[in-house]
């Protein structure tokens, strides 16, 4: 097996028997990406050289015998709408293309704390807002699993690079199902933490009130030692929570005895792919016959979740993205005044998607429209956040289906704002009510693309996700964790 | 007809913090262009704010001076709109639920004692500053921008139409400056920009209780150039309506050099903020104790403490117009004052040499210890040291801050008093200035200074004249 192939827990340990280095490990994953990546496109920068310094600075340490973290040596790719110091971060936007960061998102400075080379920075949608990764002004990402699908998105670029073992960890952002929607189309494990567990000090702000950083990995595991290391309070982040971190992977078996779980009901005529629901049955099914008691449930506030959130995060972006003018830094349309420097900067920095949501946001805030809108889609919020509680008081945790369907084909929905909104259908509550949620991988669907299922928890309690998930993951031994690019590759076992 | 004028006054304040409202970059003034930025202040993306607790204690501190009812929960907004002095295209402040609500100033006019009554007092971050190199933004061929000042905490105080003219416009503001300086709040510097004033004033016919179209004043850079900009602008509304036509509503500038107020804008087309709760901050809840631990620690406000002061020391109207502009001294003044009785003396010196001296050896009131002071006064009233020993002392304890006592042990400063001290020194002036004694024997009094200087000089100016001017008329006579 080669050493790309293997998880980052296994990595670690290679490391910590001394059996590898660090710069080996690296060097693998730098080979399968000059092989992988031409075709999957999952990487706005790729940053080999420092990733290979900071291996090597962290081999000399182990040589010394110094202390050091699970995952000190063990590469990471990042998305890149999170803050690099030095290295470019565009937020695969036009008007960002050549904006360097004077400082590095707290995040970054975890994953350096903790000795983490970084591969690079990792393809999105234009400032986070789509789910296929289409929109990035540069390119697209393919889905490993079949280049002619979509990885999923915004986090596609992360997404992608873990699914295809370009990476054993990545960074995703989730604001209404970033990472879980292209967690579950690549078929590995993505979580989106509590609101307020990750500092969001750095990553560039879609909607700062949804905004979420979450891990990317393989297995549970993984995601555990990955969420340990960018969990904790933040005092440049004012709505960081000041909770102490478990160390979320010293523990990862559960008894499902004392469980309940709440089994969404999730229909056919809603859009819902029968192989997807039956996934998500057996699942279940799993969970019921090592004990826990498993109960149907129907939210009646699912539907809502969609019209409130395509009015939040736009109204949110609409503000956050008023900054790009060409004033400061990223590109600048010089004019014959300040109004069209402003709107010919805009006009060509911005992609369609951004524009239109920004659209959306002016108008929901406008005078006279707030009301209506803003204020009527904070108060559907409270509802949703109030239904979860109660819910919560009969459940530990929802599971249901994170996507409709397994991924659909590039192009397909590019032209269909709606059916590509419809996608994250499962994913936007959880994040309207800043609860954590996590997709695992479910089975594969007859198309041959990944199925993913969806676990949601009362704040703080990722820990019990992860448990379930790593229950999941052994029960789930015969699907193959890897897509079948690995085996058009040249040379491979 | 005669008509009212109708004022409304909206203060912006910089509020005396050494950092930024949302990060910890300086707020001092006067630096290099861009220097005192970090990626928060400026915007950059990813960057997020954080209070700065100091900002909210002064902020509620001023609110409270100004009598207003601070919110126990109150709430950040965004106030979105595009300018390059702007870095993140929104302005956080307070909009529905600001930090105070009410309030009310008591201003003596010319009338007599009137309460101007405040709508809210909010706090807001500061924008940046835009340099043209021409007169305005849409002519020059460039503009450069300092973001020193951006993310400087501002408090906003509006005021209720309760204002009549130019002239209590200006005497509201003189007012409010003495109580936001006394509060600590901030240095209240227009020249500085650190107190900014924008009017909206409108005319109605007298008796009558409705509004009529207001104006919006800006650019006001002194409290002379609010009231001289209100007359004109009352003036110039006067003249429309009194022919017959009517009033727009618009923005004007106060061109300080022409003496005219210019309209820069017509309000149809004013903005929309679309306001909404800033996501990066948590609602701002303050707790009682915090608020009444504030409110005790407020120093009695000018006006009170100017009657206060007028009855219990029985200063004059001068004095106290020094100690009220200058609430230090008042603070070292009283302190001195529970220890050292004659008030008058003690006021005179106060404002007098003590003042003086601090201006020449560029010190603070509150850097003086008044029980040396009071130990100096003493020295002096009991006869121990003379009045020009006493400066010279004062000179030294503003200096080193030293005591006067310990002073004259060791220097030997202490009076010469006694004739067997003194007869001896006058002996022998009379007896080297003999056509000086001639002269004051002939009636010429002059000579008598003369002598009695030369007596001075020898004493190194410790003796006390006036005895030694009795004691040298004794023994020429003897002769
Ligand atoms: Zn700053």
Redesign the interface.
Known sequence: MKLYEKSAAELSLLLKKSEVSSVEIVQSFIDRIDRVEPQIKAFVSYTPESALVMARFIDDKRMRGEEQHPLAGIPVAVKDN??TEGIR?T?SSRI?EN?I???D?AVIESLKKAGMPLLGKTNLDEFAMGSSTENSAFHATRNPWNPDMVPGGSSGGSAAAVASAMVPLALGSDTGGSVRQPASFCGITGLRPTYGRVS??????F???LDQIGPFSTTALDNALLLSVISGYD?????SLPNSVPEFHSDLEIDCKNLRIGLIRQDPSDGFDPEVIAAVKKQAAFLGDAGAEIEEISLSMIDCGLGAYYLIAP??A??NL??Y?G???GLCIEGE??ESM?SDTRGRGFGPEVKRRIIIG?YA???GY?DAY?LQAMKVRTLIRREYEEAFKKYDLLLGATTPTPAFKLGEKVDDPLQMYLSDICNLNDALAGIPSLSVPSGIHSTGLPMGIQLSAPPLQEGTLLKIAHFLEQRNENHPKRPGIQLTEEGSA | MHYETIIGLEIHLELQTSSKLFCGCSTSFGQEANTNCCPVCLGLPGTLPVFNKRAIELAVTAALALNSDIQLQSRFDRKNYYYPDLPKAYQISQYEQPLAKGGYLEVEFESGLRRINLERVHLEEEAGKLIHAGDSIFGADYSLVDYNRTGIPLLEIVTAPDIRSGSEARKFLETLRSILLYSGASDCKMEEGSLRCDANISLRPVGSQGYGVKAEVKNMNSFRAVETALYYEAKRQEKILAGGGTVIQQTCHWDEAEKITIPIRSKEGSSDYRYFPEPDLLPLTLDKDFISRIAESLPEMPGKRRARMAEHYGLGESELDIFIENRPLADFFEAAAEKYDDYKNLANWVQGDFLYQLRENDKKPEEIKPELFVELLTLLEKGQINRPVAKELLAEMIQNGSSPKELVEEKGLGRIAGGEKLIPLIEQVIAENPDAVENYRQGKEKAITFLVGRVMALTKGRADPGELNKLLREKISQQ
């Open positions: 999170i803050c971060t937020c960002l904006f960061p004077p400082y998102a969001r000090y750095g990553l560039i702000a909607a700062s009130s005092l440049r982040d004012s709505t109204s949110e609409s503000s008023g900054r003018d004033v400061r830094y005044d300040i402003f002016t805030l406008s005078a707030y803003y």
